[in-house]
């Protein structure tokens, strides 16, 4: 695009003609770009009320060129910073992180003043685009449940889920619903979180597709190695991204501070207000999410037994121990308290996860050791409380078929039943949520993965009563030996951690849970 040259007040008439009112606003933005001096600006708008309305649109942009412009005929600037504003804005609509957008408006002040012209709307498109378009509403209702105090009040609850939760849930099939431009006070904690989500979501997919080759080779399936080590898909980063917004919403909203006893209706309203209204594939991925997270944090526990015996600051970390109250926390009593220690873990949400689980040593030991207080009612008693309301079928327009055992897999697409939920219950819907008969299909995400992945893990060929046998189970590890015990003790043996395998007869005996 040709420039226009630096004019003088004598030829604001001639500037301001038919022609020039007719321009499109982008050629108006290079006109008044290249005006010098001041005063001619200023004729120029009281010249023009239409360019005098572009003029309002990008005000700061336009004020920040305005000292430059006598520079522009001896200093050449570089490709990207001759470019027009309206590329440079495209430019950094499409960076593909925080981190990339910053080093961009460092490195070229031209950036960073068109950047403050958009400021909102970029930010915005850059917290969206690190989620699938399928889920934006409930990435929305995550970016206005950030801004809730926390913990929030009964009242402020019951509103803002009213308001900002289910309003937003009404639109997830409307392919015309857009996110609307927020301002920076949400954007850029939504930018954090999708970092955060992103960095869980290959953790989640690191440490549990394993899990279906070790069920392959106990149950000899013939497996695709292959796929199954293969990239997430569009559909099962879409279904983990919108798990884990659930699950930080779900911590914003019903978390209890630590040392103070838990409101009824933190738990009550947890299962009845907001899972009550969610789809049955939508509650078992908050269950999966919240198994994963569990195992997570028994791994983080085990690490911190055994640094207090074998690591190199083993005497520093049992000291943290002596002082919890009101037990050492590495004696019997508060072993058996680990549960309800790891409930209070995850109300405090991903980000703070997130940390313990990156950090070691010490650090993990006094980050654990320090938060261990005892929550009984979190989003665990949430699940085994609550009902699933049944599906209207014309909903989701299955014309009965759902209940007649037929094979109503309509395909891989997030806002679709998954394969692996309509194998699990026999092409039925399940009337109530976190089964613990599906607690061994939930270990490994059942509800998470493709057709193309399950076909080639084998399951699908499976019982669903026989895979469902193998599982971890969290209670075994709360029986065990205390770091006290085998620090007086030294006989006996370290336990292994906690493993995937099949339950012995008498778990299975006593696990009165029918999946039929």
Avoid at 351 to 369: C, H, M, N
Wanted: net charge negative; glycine share 4%; charged share 25%.
């Amino acid at each position: 695009m040709s420039t226009v040259e630096p004019q003088t007040v004598a030829n604001v008439d001639e500037m301001v003609s038919t022609s020039s009112e007719t321009l499109i606003p982008e050629i108006q933005v290079q006109i008044m770009r290249n005006v010098n001096p001041r005063q001619t600006l200023i004729a120029l708008l009281r010249a023009s009320q239409r360019i005098y309305q572009v003029f309002q649109t990008w005000k700061d942009y336009l004020l920040t060129q305005l000292p430059f412009t006598h520079f522009r005929s001896e200093v050449a600037p570089t490709t990207l910073e001759a470019l027009v504003p309206e590329i440079q804005v495209q430019i950094m609509r499409n960076v593909s992180s925080r981190q990339t957008l910053i080093a961009l408006l460092r490195a070229s002040p031209r950036f960073y003043q068109v950047f403050r012209t958009r400021k909102d709307y970029l930010l915005t498109q850059l917290a969206f685009s690190r989620f699938r378009p399928e889920i934006i509403h409930t990435v929305w209702s995550l970016a206005k449940t950030l801004q809730l105090p926390r913990p929030a009040t009964r009242e402020r609850v019951y509103e803002h889920t009213s308001k900002n939760f289910y309003k937003y849930r009404a639109v997830a099939v409307d392919e015309d619903f857009q996110q609307p431009s927020i301002t920076s006070a949400i954007t850029i904690p939504l930018c954090r979180m999708g970092e955060t989500i992103a960095w869980f979501v290959q953790d989640y997919r690191q440490s549990t597709l394993p899990l279906l080759t070790t069920l392959g080779t106990y149950l000899n399936l013939q497996q695709d190695q292959e796929i199954l080590g293969s990239d997430l898909s569009a559909v099962e980063r879409g279904r983990l991204q919108r798990a884990f917004c659930r699950f930080e919403t779900f911590c914003c909203l019903f978390v209890a501070p630590k040392g103070q006893l838990e409101e009824p209706f933190r738990y009550s309203c947890g299962a009845v207000s907001f899972l009550g209204d969610f789809e049955p594939e939508e509650v078992e991925e908050l269950a999966c999410v919240r198994d994963y997270l569990i195992r997570r944090l028994w791994g983080a526990f085990d690490a911190v037994e055994s640094d207090a015996i074998h690591g190199e600051d083993c005497a520093a970390i049992r000291k943290l121990g002596e002082e919890h109250e009101p037990y050492d926390w590495f004696s019997y009593i508060p072993k058996r308290s680990h549960p309800c220690y790891m409930e209070y873990l995850m109300s405090q949400g991903l980000p703070f996860l997130r940390d313990l689980l990156e950090s070691d040593g010490i650090r993990r030991a006094k980050t654990i050791i320090s938060n261990s207080a005892e929550r009984e009612y979190f989003l665990t008693f949430a699940l085994k409380k609550g009902h699933i309301v049944p599906l209207s079928l014309e909903d989701r327009d299955f014309d009965g078929g759902l209940y007649d055992g037929e094979d109503v897999f309509e395909g891989d697409d997030v806002l679709n039943f998954p394969r692996g939920l309509l194998w699990a219950n026999r092409s039925r819907i399940p009337n109530d949520y976190a089964r613990w008969a599906l607690k061994g299909l939930r270990d490994w995400g059942y509800v998470f993965w493709d057709d193309r992945r399950l076909q080639a893990s084998g399951v699908l060929d499976q019982d669903p009563k026989t895979v469902a046998d193998y599982r971890f189970n969290e209670q075994d590890r709360t029986w065990r030996w205390s770091v006290r015990d085998r620090v007086e003790l030294p006989h006996l043996l370290e336990q292994p951690p906690l493993v995937f395998a099949k339950l012995r007869e008498e778990e299975l005996d006593s696990d009165t849970d029918s999946m039929d």
